[in-house]
């Protein structure tokens, strides 16, 4: 949230799109031993080739090849595609020039480098089912290295497979399983099997199964391939679903949350707690920040008189959220914000962190948490690739803080997230962890992966962005419906995280809002109220969608609107309270 107008990570976020290629919705790295770590050429046919344990650019090994004569030591290797598909390609390099393709098509090529660089393209497949992929050197230009080699996009079949089954379909839910049926691939089938990301849970021969053992209110995402003795068809689209037994939050089905400036005025003015109309549900108080970056000690300093003459004491303050909470409403302390820069580098200052917000929230007795971390909070360390074991300080530290606060405070506690769609969104093009680019791009996905099950809402600021790819693989701008549609989508559908292979699973619908200023003056993006509500029906109820496809499904569950802010809402005759709350009201 700003204090400003303008993102503090607007810029370095455009200057991140302009070095991004294109993804796939269904995307994998299609080759074998593409980081070399069989400690072999295993996979691959070379020439004046071997692995070697350094210099490396992610994990154990590499590749290192040295032309010799006319041979200028190539390394290829060939995969199954599918016809008219467009596919990335990209690999790390290092020493005298490298050149990277496709046989028969797109090149690219790096000089003398002391220091792994990456090389990427694109190419788009004709009629063909597979292409060939790679690196050489150049004529007695001495040896070069290659490392961490990605071929992205959805795989062809080994003749002789069955075809790709349909996506999946949910059936009956229970609060330990989920049932699943799917349309029948072509070809001569022996059995599927049922993939969440990489490992299979059950194996069928007809096209329906019941995934068990699972806990109440988690969020599945599975996939489904064919098989025969000829090998195993390309899996099925990825379908999301989440069990029953979640705990009730005491929201409306359909919610309003906004920001309170409680620290601040920022030009929109003071407004007492006590003013703050009933159509507000969750009110988040802006904001708790850091004595110090990396301190980890949270300080909630209400607004001086100077700035906000008609402030309230602490006693009426405290009165009138224990006003609004017997009305049903939930307030919680917002941390971070443009100006709140928080580092939890160490165990120390996770501690800290959690004592200090826990003096907060005690105080006043408020309902829960929002981490609202912007700027640079939030980087993945390099080689930090896996979401689902992040291994970065500041990630892991902040995960564990916010496990033991709702651990204390139990399973009333409201646990709300603002990332900026950089660090979540983005993550579908361009992941910090893979040493490539801002560090910060997808960064909020392990945090938001890690509590997935404590996440009372997501409401991801969809203002103060760049353009961002959606799963319909085209670029979204903000400020009308379709930048809305397709970003809560891809939290809804999932999607898998750029060069990694893996996929980030859906969030339940009734953990996701959606961010918006109030006005114009509260942020860029600013969306109309008909245009916030076009995008809304088309999420709900799927009317509306203009030339989008849902990838997720509609989500009548969805959980409602979140803006910046109160005050400004206010401050422009509360346009946005009243055009949306009777709308959210309304909805099934």
Same mark, same amino acid.
């Given at each position: 949230m700003r204090r400003s107008r303008l993102s503090a990570t607007l810029a370095a976020f455009v200057l991140a799109l302009s070095g991004l290629v294109t993804g796939n919705a269904e995307a994998a790295n299609l080759l074998t031993n593409p980081g070399f770590e069989a400690g072999s050429?295993?996979?691959?046919?070379?020439?004046?080739?071997?692995?070697?344990?350094?210099?490396?650019?992610?994990?154990?090994?590499?590749?290192?090849?040295?032309? #010799?004569?006319? *041979?200028?030591?190539?390394?290829?290797?060939? =995969?199954?595609?599918?016809?008219?598909?467009?596919?990335?390609?990209?690999?790390? =390099?290092?020493?005298?020039?490298?050149?990277?393709?496709?046989?028969?098509?797109?090149?690219?090529?790096?000089? /003398?480098?002391?220091?792994? /660089?990456?090389?990427?393209?694109?190419?788009?497949?004709?009629?063909?089912?597979?292409?060939?992929?790679? %690196?050489? &050197?150049?004529?007695?230009?001495?040896?070069?290295?290659?490392? *961490?080699?990605?071929? @992205?996009?959805?795989?062809?079949?080994?003749?002789?497979?069955?075809?790709?089954?349909?996506?999946?379909?949910?059936?009956?839910?229970?609060?330990?399983?989920?049932?699943?049926?799917?349309?029948?691939?072509?070809?001569?089938?022996?059995?599927?099997?049922?993939?969440?990301?990489?490992?299979?849970?059950?194996?069928?021969?007809?096209?329906?199964?019941?995934? &068990?053992?699972?806990?109440?209110c988690e969020t599945h995402s599975y996939s489904v391939a064919a098989y025969n003795s000829a090998g195993e068809s390309p899996k099925s689209g990825t379908?999301?679903?989440?069990?029953?037994?979640?705990?009730?939050?005491?929201?409306?089905?359909?919610?309003?949350?906004?920001?309170?400036?409680?620290?601040?005025?920022n030009g929109s003015g003071y407004v007492r707690m006590a003013d703050v109309p009933a159509a507000w549900d969750i009110i988040d108080l802006a904001f708790g920040e850091p004595t110090s970056v990396t301190s980890g000690d949270i300080r909630f300093t209400r607004c001086p008189v100077a700035e906000c003459p008609n402030v309230e004491s602490d006693a009426d303050f405290t009165a009138a959220i224990k006003a609004k909470q017997a009305q049903g409403k939930k307030v919680v302390i917002s941390i971070g914000g443009q100006n709140g820069q928080v580092q939890l580098t160490t165990a120390a200052a996770r501690d800290k962190f959690v004592s200090s917000v826990s003096a907060i929230i005690d105080k006043y007795g408020l309902n829960g948490l929002d981490i609202d971390f912007e700027g640079h909070s939030l980087s993945l360390n390099a080689g930090d690739s896996d979401f689902r074991n992040p291994t970065t300080p500041v990630i892991v530290n902040l995960i564990s803080a916010l496990k033991t606060l709702k651990a204390k405070y139990?399973?009333?506690?409201?646990?709300?997230?603002?990332?900026?769609?950089?660090? =979540?969104? =983005?993550?579908?093009?361009?992941?910090?962890g893979t040493s490539a680019g801002d560090a910060r791009t997808g960064a909020y996905l392990p945090v938001i992966h890690a509590l997935r099950d404590s996440l009372? #809402?997501?409401?991801?600021? @969809?203002? /103060?962005?760049?353009?961002?790819?959606?799963? *319909? /693989?085209?670029?979204?701008?903000?400020?009308?419906? @379709?930048?809305?549609?397709?970003?809560?989508?891809?939290?809804?559908?999932?999607?898998?995280?750029?060069?990694?292979?893996?996929?980030?699973?859906?969030?339940?619908?009734?953990?996701?809002? #959606?961010?918006?200023?109030?006005?114009?003056?509260?942020?860029?993006?600013?969306?109309?109220?008909? *245009?916030?509500?076009?995008?809304?029906?088309? %999420? #709900?109820?799927?009317?509306?969608?203009?030339?989008?496809?849902?990838?997720?499904?509609?989500?009548?569950?969805?959980?409602?609107?979140?803006?910046w802010s109160i005050n400004w809402d206010k401050y422009y005759n509360w346009e946005f309270q009243n055009s949306h709350e009777p709308f959210l009201n309304s909805l099934p």
């Open positions: 050429l295993s996979g691959w046919t070379c020439s004046g080739a071997t692995t070697v344990s350094t210099p490396v650019h992610g994990g154990s090994y590499a590749l290192a090849a040295t032309p #010799v004569g006319a *041979d200028y030591a190539q390394c290829s290797q060939t =995969v199954s595609v599918q016809p008219n598909t467009t596919y990335t390609v990209s690999a790390w =390099v290092r020493g005298n020039p490298v050149y990277l393709g496709i046989t028969g098509g797109a090149s690219t090529w790096s000089g /003398n480098s002391g220091a792994y /660089n990456q090389l990427q393209l694109t190419f788009t497949t004709g009629n063909q089912t597979s292409a060939q992929l790679y %690196l050489h &050197g150049w004529y007695g230009a001495g040896t070069y290295y290659a490392d *961490d080699v990605v071929l @992205d996009g959805p795989g062809g079949s080994t003749p002789g497979t069955p075809g790709a089954p349909a996506t999946p379909a949910t059936g009956a839910v229970t609060n330990t399983s989920i049932a699943l049926t799917w349309g029948a691939s072509a070809g001569t089938v022996t059995g599927y099997r049922v993939y969440e990301g990489g490992t299979v849970v059950a194996t069928v021969t007809g096209t329906s199964a019941t995934v &068990g053992g699972l806990k109440a379908t999301s679903a989440t069990t029953t037994g979640c705990v009730d939050t005491g929201l409306p089905k359909h919610a309003l949350v906004g920001y309170l400036h409680a620290s601040f005025a139990g399973s009333g506690f409201v646990l709300t997230m603002a990332p900026e769609t950089f660090f =979540v969104q =983005v993550g579908y093009q361009f992941y910090g009372t #809402v997501l409401h991801v600021q @969809d203002y /103060n962005s760049g353009p961002v790819m959606g799963l *319909d /693989n085209q670029y979204h701008n903000m400020g009308g419906a @379709d930048f809305h549609i397709a970003m809560t989508d891809m939290l809804k559908a999932g999607f898998t995280v750029a060069n990694t292979g893996q996929f980030f699973p859906g969030l339940r619908p009734d953990q996701i809002a #959606v961010g918006l200023p109030a006005a114009v003056s509260a942020g860029n993006g600013y969306t109309s109220p008909a *245009d916030v509500q076009t995008a809304v029906n088309c %999420l #709900v109820k799927g009317s509306g969608c203009g030339s989008y496809a849902l990838r997720g499904g509609t989500s009548p569950a969805l959980r409602g609107l979140m803006t």
